[in-house]
T-cell receptor, first 113, second 114 residues
């Protein structure tokens, strides 16, 4: 069975600095995809970024980028130039052809002024 | 272009009552997924539906929980005879296709069982 592990329950960063959130996963499949979702205090789940396992190039979306290491089964999220609005829970998720997403337990990020 | 809509946003029920949660997928999406988030935990898959069909209900509790996605109207997650342990946030997501499509989430319904 697939598992997703987020080993950092809480992280903090100062505004304008860079922070990296860790995620590791376990799977025997070769064809899958990975997500980072953001859950601000409003509790809405917001898609941050998506990575296809077959792509070697790391996905980027503005200030958000990932470091995808397929052999190590690692999928970290880097947030550059952190903003107060980035304060949220961040969930890593694994998806394959079974249609269901497997979520990690989340990392609570606090951005300080 | 409206996103995934869920209502109600907050629902309070007493033990033994029924809870009905509704989800309208994004326009053009015919695949709906329900997830449950217990306090301080990640989201857990419950059920995946297409129009008029349940495709995967491997995450649904065997008793008291049911889901449907009729030809017309929203998807409904129904919880009968609620217990305090059902208190959670219930999220609906939708996608255009199945398999490798991105799932877009609604704002969730917070169920509180007194």
């Amino acid at each position: 069975a697939q598992t997703v592990t987020q080993s950092q329950p809480e992280m903090s960063v100062q505004e304008a600095e860079t922070v990296t959130l860790s995620c590791t996963y376990d799977t025997s499949e070769n064809n899958y995809y990975l997500f980072w979702y953001k859950q601000p205090p409003s509790r809405q789940m917001i898609l941050v970024i998506r990575q296809e396992a077959y792509k070697q190039q790391n996905a980027t979306e503005n200030r958000f980028s990932v470091n995808f290491q397929k052999a190590a089964k690692s999928f970290s999220l880097k947030i550059s130039d952190s903003q107060l609005g980035d304060t949220a829970m961040y969930f890593c998720a694994f998806g394959d052809n079974t249609d269901k997403l497997i979520f990690g337990t989340g990392t609570r990020l606090q951005v300080f002024p | 272009n409206a996103g995934v809509m869920q209502n109600p946003r907050h629902l309070v029920r007493r033990r033994g009552q029924e809870a009905r949660l509704r989800c309208s997928p994004m326009k053009g999406h015919s695949h709906v997924y329900w997830y449950r988030q217990l306090p301080e935990e990640g989201l857990k898959f419950m059920v995946y539906l297409q129009k008029e069909n349940i495709i995967d209900e491997s995450g649904m509790p065997k008793e008291r929980f049911s889901a449907e996605f009729p030809k017309e109207g929203p998807s409904i997650l129904r919880i009968q005879q609620v217990v305090r342990g059902d208190s959670a946030a219930y999220f609906c997501a939708s996608s255009y296709n199945r398999g490798r499509e991105t799932q877009y989430f609604g704002p969730g319904t917070r169920l509180l069982v007194l």
